[in-house]
């Protein structure tokens, strides 16, 4: 089974941390997300990744020189212009010879979705796709899977006001589909995925829903890209180590629920609750950091304190004794 992986968006929300890095490329804990995909998609028997690229290509292929990530061949296809995400699949397959069932991830997302299952049950339905779906309390941030109890999809809605959305189950963005659905998708044109291609075939009864429990995140915002660093050292998900071999920690340093990446460094009588230090990044003495991103090789300085939210952007230096609560800092990045 061959797998596209969209990563080709722009990462707005997470800005000013995807300025230069598209967000599959911000590490979560120890490894880009990148990784930590395609590590999933391994353990399902995956064996070979397409990437479909768009924004700043580049960080991929210079990241994986040799063609491969995590030990999984990879095939670059390179998006002429951004052609949203049905362009974007089509392009891809087309690009790297899918012609088989193959699979599709949006890939900022990270789960723990039993994707063998899902294929098992998809090939037994004979449906064209069948998506993945997960439950969330406010729907309307996503794409509405309303299904039956047959589990056929019987509509799609993307991202709908909070009070119109017909079900809490979410497009989960992991798809099975049949190459019959790239002829669906008209060519050399920006064509969305989920406002065009999915309605169509939920109204002609092609799709299947495979509603998931398992563990799902989208990371696409700065909260949430804060939860995926947490939920691997706080045993959410795992309890991999929150500080980095290379990072050095000054005695006494009070660290809760929070994350130290690669070579960053925090001072003493630090406070880091619910924080994610990123690479390189130097937290002066007495500073605080709480629920908030300091960037790859951003300085604190001595007794600041940064917090609700707050991102500080790569290699911005926040003056000593500021007191930051929420926002981008700069606040123009
Ligand atoms: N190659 C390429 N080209 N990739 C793209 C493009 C494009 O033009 N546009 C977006 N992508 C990639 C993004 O990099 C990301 O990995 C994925 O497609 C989804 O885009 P997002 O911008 O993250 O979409 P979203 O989070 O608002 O909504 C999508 O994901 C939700 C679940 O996480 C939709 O699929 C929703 O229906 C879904 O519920
Ligand atoms: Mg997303």
């Known amino acids: 089974m061959e797998a596209v992986v969209l990563v080709g968006g722009f990462g707005t929300r997470l800005r000013p941390l995807t300025a230069d890095t598209p967000k599959q490329m911000l590490p979560v804990v120890d490894r880009p997300m990148i990784e930590h995909v395609v590590a999933h998609l391994a353990a399902h028997g995956v064996t070979r990744v397409v990437l479909s690229l768009g924004f ?16 999984m061949p990879l095939h670059y296809a390179v998006e002429p ?20 069932t193959f699979l599709v991830l949006n890939g900022d997302v990270l789960t723990d979705l039993d994707v063998t299952a899902m294929v098992a049950r998809h090939r037994e339905a004979g449906a064209w796709g069948t998506i993945a779906l997960t439950e969330v309390a406010d729907p309307s941030r996503y794409g509405v899977v309303p299904f039956d109890e047959d589990r056929r999809v ?42 065009e291609v999915f309605p169509a075939l939920a109204a002609e009864g092609l799709l299947r829903a495979e509603p998931s429990e398992g563990y799902w995140l989208d990371t696409g915002t700065p909260e949430a890209y804060l939860r995926a660093n947490l939920d691997l050292v706080d045993g959410t998900r795992s309890d991999l180590p929150a500080v980095h071999p290379t990072a050095s920690v000054a005695d006494g340093v009070g ?9 960053a460094s925090v001072g003493s009588g630090v406070d880091l ?13 007495g500073s605080s950091v709480r629920g908030s991103l300091v960037g790859p090789g951003a300085a604190l300085g001595e007794g600041a304190s940064v917090a609700g939210g707050c991102v500080v952007g790569p290699g911005a230096s926040v003056p000593a004794g500021a007191d930051l609560e929420g926002g981008r800092f700069p606040e123009e990045a």
């Open 154 to 195: 019987l509509g799609f809605v993307e991202k709908p006001p909070a009070d119109e959305a017909p079900s809490r189950w979410i497009n989960a963005g992991t798809y099975v589909l049949e190459p019959e659905v790239l002829d669906r998708i008209e060519a050399g044109r920006r064509v969305s995925i989920e406002r």
């Open 81 to 100: 212009e951004p052609l949203d995400t049905a362009g974007a699949v089509r392009f891809a397959a087309l690009d790297a010879g899918i012609d088989g």
């Open 56 to 71: 700043r290509p580049e960080a991929f292929t210079a990241a994986y020189p040799d063609g491969t990530c995590a030990g």
């Open 255 to 263: 660290i809760r629920r929070s994350v130290v990446m690669a070579g």
């Open 273 to 285: 609750c619910d924080a994610v230090v990123m690479d390189g990044a130097t937290i002066g003495r």
